[in-house]
């Protein structure tokens, strides 16, 4: 099992390709709506093993100064074979003259960050679980 190719943007992409991700979140968007957050974001990218979209990452950014990444997935099945790290790797490219690339996540994921030179920081975040992006009333 081999990721064959990394795709930016999410152009050629159907909600059909991104149903099955957010695995153990408690709410998740959707797969129409998680199409939506990718199309919509400054920098999206998608990784195919395959005609199968097995992980994404996407990015937000005022194009400048402040990038921030608030989705990486990849899929359970193809979870330990390298493709979030490239999908990272690929997406700190990408916007490698930027001043600050923001990522926040939960403890046991820091490090894996830290693995590929994001440094942990201080921080504030409020989360609306009663969204209607996580409750499908969107």
């Known amino acids: 099992m081999s990721v064959t190719e990394y795709e930016t943007g999410a152009d050629g992409l159907d909600s059909r390709d991104l149903e099955g991700f957010f695995e153990g979140w408690p709410a998740a968007p959707d797969a129409a709506a998680l199409l939506r957050i990718l199309r919509a974001s400054a920098f999206a990218m998608v990784a195919r093993d395959g005609i199968r979209v097995v ?21 359970a099945s193809h979870r330990g074979l390298g493709i979030g790290s490239e999908l990272v790797r690929r ?6 003259d930027a001043y600050m690339i923001d990522v926040v996540c939960d403890d046991d994921v820091v ?28």
Do not use: C, K, W
């Open 91 to 96: 997406l700190l490219d990408h916007f490698e």
């Open 55 to 75: 992980g994404f990452i996407n990015a937000l950014s005022d194009g400048e100064l402040a990038v921030y990444v608030p989705l990486l997935e990849v899929r």
């Open 111 to 138: 490090p894996f960050y830290e693995r590929l030179g994001l440094t942990r920081v201080a921080g504030m975040a409020h989360r609306n679980r009663q969204s209607p992006i996580l409750t499908g009333a969107v």
